[in-house]
């Protein structure tokens, strides 16, 4: 497949942007990711008849009930305690864009809710770009973002985001598929090991109060493998792990199975959210024909801590200028 063969137009909004899908392939696997929010549409592997990620065959449900399912979103993804937060000595109200309360993936309009730009493509790989203009949902600074998806001979896929600004802003860039390895409508075959000792607690808006806490005799402990999925009664889940080992260097975040697959991530960032998708509700089919319902996938996304700012022990999320932001996650689905 030569790089024009595998670029096609998706759809075209009504605000006239026209949205382009890539498919990228090697090894055993399949990719598709699309302009809008630079998003993974699609994602097989050779002899598994469902998409492995969640996702719709047509356009129109990303921009209503499944804006996040495989977007990159930011810039500041996560959530920030009533949209207040300090930087360099002053006080930013951003757009409170979760029910008027809290700050969640960079606004209404963050990275995950556009149109960015197909720069590059191959068979192998693809490299999106888009700017957030200064004041978009907030914040200050023209942020210039990339994001490369590549596919190797393992069929691996590597995600490298990398972001500069033209003044102080705060950049914390996450990707937000849905994984389902079974292709059930539910999570209910899956376990999941995630490769930290602590995580943050959260507040009844999901909203960290303070430091890690140690996993042992918790609900979320996921040192070994372990359900996703637990009685009604138990408690959600949607919560920053803080991963083993932090630092600037790859080194594994988790592994998710379920049906003779396993799907393990690697990551650079410190924090991993999980959330168990219960509150799913996708209206439209997805890829199964059918919609997505509570559980019918796991939101797995390496980033930073949540609400940083508001914590100053917490690992933060300024970027400067002169420098980049660098992020790189591989997620690679193999047969066990």
């Not at 090697?26 to 097989?44: C, H, I, S």
């Not at 999925?229 to 889940?237: E, I, Q």
Request: charged fraction near 20%.
């Amino acid at each position: 497949m030569t790089p024009d063969e595998n670029r096609e137009i998706f759809a075209t909004t009504p605000e006239g942007d026209v949205v382009e899908i890539v498919t990228l392939q090697n090894g055993p696997a399949t990719a598709r990711v699309m302009t809008w929010g630079a998003t993974l549409q699609d994602f097989r592997l050779d002899g598994i008849e469902h998409s492995l990620v969640l996702g719709s065959p047509v356009f129109e449900p990303y921009r209503t009930r499944m804006r996040n399912y495989g977007a990159i979103v930011g810039r500041a993804a996560n959530r920030i305690a009533g949209g207040r937060a300090p930087l360099n000595g002053t006080t930013l109200q951003l757009e409170t864009n979760e029910e008027g309360r809290t700050a969640l993936h960079g606004g209404s309009d963050g990275c995950g809710y556009i149109n960015w730009q197909l720069a590059e493509a191959s068979a192998t790989s693809a490299r999106f770009a888009v700017t957030l203009a200064d004041g978009q949902g907030g914040h200050p600074g023209n942020l210039a973002l990339t994001a490369t998806y590549s596919l190797d001979a393992e069929g691996a896929l590597t995600l490298e985001i990398t972001g500069t600004t033209d003044a102080p802003t705060f950049c914390n860039i996450a990707h937000h598929s849905y994984w389902n390895l079974d292709g059930t409508p539910t999570l209910d075959g899956h376990t999941l090991q995630v490769d930290a000792d602590s995580y943050l607690a959260v507040d009844a808006h999901k909203i960290p109060q303070n430091g890690p806490a140690p996993l042992a005799g918790t609900r979320f402990d996921f040192r070994q493998p372990r359900a996703i999925t637990m009685a009604t009664d138990a408690p959600g889940l949607d919560h920053n792990f803080c991963l083993r080992d932090p630092g600037t260097v790859m080194r594994p975040a988790c592994t998710l199975r379920a049906a003779g697959l396993q799907l393990e991530i690697d990551t650079t960032e410190p924090g991993l959210q999980v959330y168990d998708g219960s509150g799913l509700n996708s209206e439209a089919p997805g890829h199964t024909g059918k919609p997505y319902g509570p559980h019918a996938g796991v939101a797995i996304e390496p980033q930073h801590w949540p609400d940083a700012p508001n914590h100053p022990d917490y690992p933060q999320i300024t970027l400067n200028p002169g420098q980049t932001y660098r992020q790189v996650s591989r997620f690679h689905v193999t047969r066990i």
